[in-house]
């Protein structure tokens, strides 16, 4: 079959025509789809990415602070290496559509735009690695980005030998201007081996399931093998109705993309957009809590030159991002939704667990949830008995739990409570007390 396919939602932002183109339980000893054989991304991604918060801004002139330049992308490694950024975890720094010069060189190969990389990526990518930081940069498996730029199709291993001989270190792939769905995966496929035939470390971030979705059902198992992370929904945008979406269709879809997730390939929701203008405290810790839970790869996009005390603390807490980067390696999944209360839980290492409740509710003030603890982790999370600390909003020390209590706390509107659940031992008892 063949389709004519369209790029989705980022190209009617850019004010373009709208073209297209447990499950109840954790699946215990069932082993994961075969991964992309790169030895990359064995935990989510972490890093930064231009695109929600500065869009396809070019206008140099006119707002020289903010638009996709060689200069935004220094002065934000500079604080990733400086304001404990890299420190945290978020390694990975990424630029977005929008870099490219209008045409190739007369060799066929992709360039930056002179003016607004004066030295091309590779200094660029020198200057990054300086800091002790990673590059990645954007391209599209069809004839165009999805902001009108050179497009990869027909071009896939120039690109590939051009982004390893710069030095880049993350791809993230797009489906803009695909004629055909077989175009289209036989495109991300022949990107993936392209890649890896360069020789460099290449992290390959596809958009291949969230084209695919409107013609066929993906093929996760396949999928993985050649991608480490996939987008499945639409962009997210600067808003609380957008994580809802995003969270939304997780949890609708999660039999068939949870079981696929694991140490070298993830489902991708989405950038972090915590630091920006849309949403508020409780609705930033819902979405760090819920990413954390859903082993998803932290890229933020957003300001770090004008960013809140409390929005960059939320970003780099250590014991969320330690649930994100577990090495178990198994994403969450939503447990229970209920009088609109969400209750999701993630296994961890040494059979622990996190579990994340969640406030849906837009209307009055903070509300009682209860919780029994046998119905968490198929009865195993507290049995016979477990230490809670709650994470987010605050940080606090529970105390010790009976596997047969019930577990009762405070959820703002829109706000999550995010738990780590710890088997307990005399042992632990005694260190924590």
Same mark, same amino acid.
């Given at each position: 079959?063949?389709?004519?396919?369209?790029?989705?939602?980022?190209?009617?932002?850019?004010?373009?025509?709208?073209?297209?183109?447990?499950?109840?339980?954790?699946?215990?000893g069932?082993?994961?789809?075969?991964?992309?054989?790169?030895?990359?991304a064995?935990?989510p991604?972490? #890093?930064?990415?231009?695109?929600?918060?500065?869009m396809?801004?070019?206008?140099?002139?006119?707002?020289?602070?903010s638009c996709?330049?060689e200069?935004?992308?220094?002065?934000?490694?500079?604080?990733m290496?400086?304001d404990g950024w890299?420190?945290?975890?978020?390694e990975?720094?990424?630029?977005?559509?929008?870099?490219?010069?209008?045409?190739?060189?007369?060799?066929?190969r992709?360039?930056?735009?002179?003016?607004?990389?004066?030295?091309?990526?590779r200094?660029?990518?020198?200057?990054?690695?300086?800091?002790?930081?990673k590059?990645?940069?954007? /391209?599209?498996?069809g004839?165009k980005?999805?902001? #009108?730029?050179?497009?990869?199709f027909?071009y896939?291993?120039?690109?590939?030998?051009?982004?390893?001989e710069w030095?880049?270190?993350?791809?993230?792939?797009?489906?803009?201007?695909?004629?055909?769905?077989?175009?289209?995966?036989?495109?991300?496929?022949?990107?993936?081996?392209a890649?890896?035939?360069?020789?460099?470390?290449?992290?390959?971030?596809?958009e291949w399931?969230?084209?695919m979705?409107?013609?066929?059902k993906?093929?996760?198992?396949?999928?993985?093998?050649?991608?480490n992370?996939?987008?499945n929904?639409?962009?997210?945008?600067?808003?609380?109705?957008?994580?809802k979406?995003?969270?939304?269709w997780?949890?609708?879809?999660?039999?068939?993309?949870?079981?696929?997730?694991?140490?070298?390939g993830w489902?991708?929701?989405?950038?972090?957009?915590i630091?920006?203008?849309?949403?508020?405290?409780?609705?930033?810790?819902?979405?760090?809590?819920?990413?954390?839970?859903? /082993?998803?790869?932290?890229?933020?996009?957003?300001?770090?030159r004008?960013?809140?005390?409390?929005?960059?603390?939320?970003?780099?807490?250590k014991?969320?991002?330690?649930?994100n980067?577990?090495?178990?390696g198994k994403?969450?999944?939503?447990?229970?939704?209920?009088?609109n209360?969400?209750?999701?839980?993630?296994?961890?290492?040494?059979?622990?667990?996190?579990?994340?409740m969640v406030?849906?509710?837009?209307? #009055? #003030?903070?509300?009682?949830?209860?919780?029994?603890?046998?119905s968490?982790?198929?009865?195993?999370?507290?049995?016979p008995?477990?230490?809670i600390?709650?994470?987010l909003?605050?940080?606090?020390?529970?105390?010790?739990?009976?596997w047969?209590?019930?577990?009762k706390?405070?959820?703002n509107?829109?706000g999550?409570v995010?738990?780590?659940?710890?088997?307990?031992?005399?042992?632990?008892?005694?260190?924590?007390l």
């Amino acid at each position: 079959m063949t389709a004519t396919m369209k790029p989705v939602s980022r190209v009617r932002r850019l004010g373009y025509v709208l073209p297209f183109c447990f499950l109840a339980q954790v699946l215990w000893g069932v082993p994961g789809a075969r991964a992309l054989n790169n030895g990359l991304a064995r935990t989510p991604t972490m #890093g930064w990415l231009h695109w929600e918060r500065f869009m396809c801004n070019v206008d140099c002139q006119e707002d020289p602070d903010s638009c996709i330049s060689e200069k935004l992308f220094r002065q934000i490694a500079e604080l990733m290496a400086s304001d404990g950024w890299k420190d945290a975890g978020y390694e990975y720094l990424c630029i977005d559509d929008c870099w490219m010069a209008p045409k190739r060189d007369s060799q066929g190969r992709l360039q930056a735009d002179p003016k607004r990389f004066p030295g091309g990526i590779r200094r660029l990518a020198d200057y990054v690695h300086s800091k002790g930081l990673k590059l990645g940069i954007y /391209a599209d498996v069809g004839n165009k980005t999805c902001a #009108g730029f050179p497009g990869s199709f027909g071009y896939y291993d120039i690109d590939a030998k051009t982004f390893a001989e710069w030095g880049v270190d993350l791809l993230k792939f797009d489906g803009c201007y695909c004629d055909s769905v077989k175009h289209l995966a036989d495109g991300y496929k022949q990107m993936s081996l392209a890649l890896n035939r360069t020789g460099r470390s290449i992290v390959y971030s596809c958009e291949w399931p969230l084209y695919m979705q409107p013609f066929f059902k993906p093929n996760y198992t396949e999928i993985r093998e050649y991608c480490n992370h996939w987008r499945n929904f639409a962009d997210i945008y600067d808003s609380w109705q957008s994580i809802k979406n995003i969270l939304d269709w997780t949890s609708s879809n999660q039999e068939k993309i949870v079981p696929v997730a694991g140490p070298g390939g993830w489902n991708d929701p989405d950038m972090l957009v915590i630091g920006n203008f849309g949403l508020s405290w409780n609705q930033e810790v819902t979405q760090m809590a819920l990413w954390a839970i859903m /082993a998803a790869p932290l890229l933020m996009s957003n300001d770090l030159r004008h960013i809140s005390p409390k929005a960059k603390a939320l970003l780099q807490d250590k014991d969320v991002i330690a649930i994100n980067q577990d090495p178990l390696g198994k994403q969450g999944h939503r447990l229970r939704k209920d009088n609109n209360f969400e209750v999701w839980e993630r296994p961890l290492l040494n059979l622990a667990w996190a579990v994340a409740m969640v406030n849906l509710q837009e209307i #009055g #003030g903070p509300r009682a949830y209860t919780i029994s603890l046998t119905s968490l982790g198929q009865g195993l999370a507290c049995n016979p008995d477990c230490l809670i600390t709650q994470l987010l909003p605050v940080k606090r020390r529970l105390g010790f739990y009976e596997w047969t209590s019930s577990l009762k706390t405070q959820i703002n509107p829109t706000g999550t409570v995010l738990l780590r659940l710890e088997r307990a031992s005399s042992t632990a008892s005694k260190s924590f007390l």
